[in-house]
Nanobody
Framework: QVQLVESGGGLVQPGGSLRLSCAAS????????IGWFRQAPGKEREGVSC????????YWVDSVKGRFSISRDNAKKTVYLQMNSLAPEDTAVYFC?????????????????WGQGTQVTVSS
């Protein structure tokens, strides 16, 4: 059974940084794109970033471009989301997910396995 476990969330002041990790068990990540999504209270889950099997990165949210960076370490079966210059509007639960068809998509339905989420709160 595939399991994804996020970690690295927490409370940070505006302008601070966090690095989220998505660790997989039960399956290799080598052949899958991995996406990061977030969901703020009262809002729909939105795609933030994705990394394909070749290490190519996609960022769907304009406000995170230049501040967030996604990477993967297949040997460790882990995908990372480095988040810098955090702002209050980045506050959300962040989820990682494994793609169904091995390519990046911003659609929730394109992913089959999800982690439980990690809370990121940006506040002074």
């Amino acid at each position: 059974q595939v399991q994804l476990v996020e970690s690295g969330g927490g409370l940070v002041q505006p302008g601070g940084s966090l690095r989220l990790s998505c660790a997989a068990s039960g399956s290799t990540l080598d052949y899958y794109a991995i996406g990061w999504f977030r969901q703020a209270p009262g809002k729909e889950r939105e795609g933030v970033s994705c990394i394909n099997i070749f290490g190519g990165a996609t960022y769907w949210v304009d406000s995170v471009k230049g501040r967030f960076s996604i990477s993967r370490d297949n040997a460790k079966k882990t995908v990372y989301l480095q988040m810098n210059s955090l702002a209050p509007e980045d506050t959300a639960v962040y989820f990682c997910a494994r793609s169904i068809d091995n390519y990046c998509s911003g659609r929730v339905s394109a992913y089959d396995y999800w982690g439980q989420g990690t809370q990121v709160t940006v506040s002074s």
